[in-house]
């Protein structure tokens, strides 16, 4: 006797296949938004950065032209530096940003001969 083997039609599993797709659209969509985000942090912080950066070389700059004995009120790189002294040989300097920030550097200056006092 002969037997007959039955076979089951399989179905495509289309349901489970889009499911997955959309998950994985959802998934690159959130890691996408993620990387946008840290990428405009980046610039943004990376602006900062720069402006802060080229503020301390403004002030440098100042600090050695009124220990030299030139004025430090001026503007130097596009920063506008004023200078307050204070007792005992300190001096205070302020940049101003171009963002309305300001930068502050206290330090004792020991003037030179004929220097700003």
Same mark, same amino acid.
């Given at each position: 006797?002969?037997? @007959?083997? +039955? @076979? +089951? $039609? +399989? $179905?495509?599993?289309?349901? &489970?296949?889009?499911?997955?797709?959309?998950?994985?659209?959802? &998934? !690159?969509?959130?890691? !996408?938004?993620? &990387?946008?985000?840290?990428?405009?942090?980046?610039?943004?912080?990376?602006?900062? !950065?720069?402006?802060?950066?080229?503020?301390?070389? =403004? &002030?440098?700059?100042? =600090?050695?032209? !009124?220990?030299?004995?030139?004025? =430090?009120?001026?503007?130097?790189?596009?920063?506008?530096?004023? @200078?307050?002294?204070?007792? +005992?040989?300190?001096?205070?300097?302020?940049?101003?940003?171009? $963002?309305? $920030?300001?930068?502050?550097?206290?330090?004792?200056?020991?003037? =030179?001969?004929?220097?700003?006092?």
């Amino acid at each position: 006797m002969m037997r @007959t083997i +039955r @076979t +089951r $039609r +399989r $179905r495509p599993p289309g349901g &489970l296949v889009i499911l997955d797709a959309v998950i994985g659209l959802v &998934l !690159l969509g959130a890691v !996408l938004t993620a &990387l946008i985000t840290a990428l405009t942090q980046h610039r943004k912080l990376a602006r900062v !950065l720069a402006d802060q950066r080229a503020a301390v070389r =403004a &002030l440098e700059t100042a =600090a050695i032209n !009124l220990w030299a004995g030139d004025a =430090a009120d001026a503007s130097i790189e596009g920063f506008e530096v004023a @200078t307050v002294e204070h007792a +005992r040989g300190w001096v205070e300097l302020v940049v101003e940003h171009d $963002r309305g $920030r300001q930068s502050l550097f206290v330090r004792p200056m020991p003037l =030179a001969e004929g220097g700003a006092r």
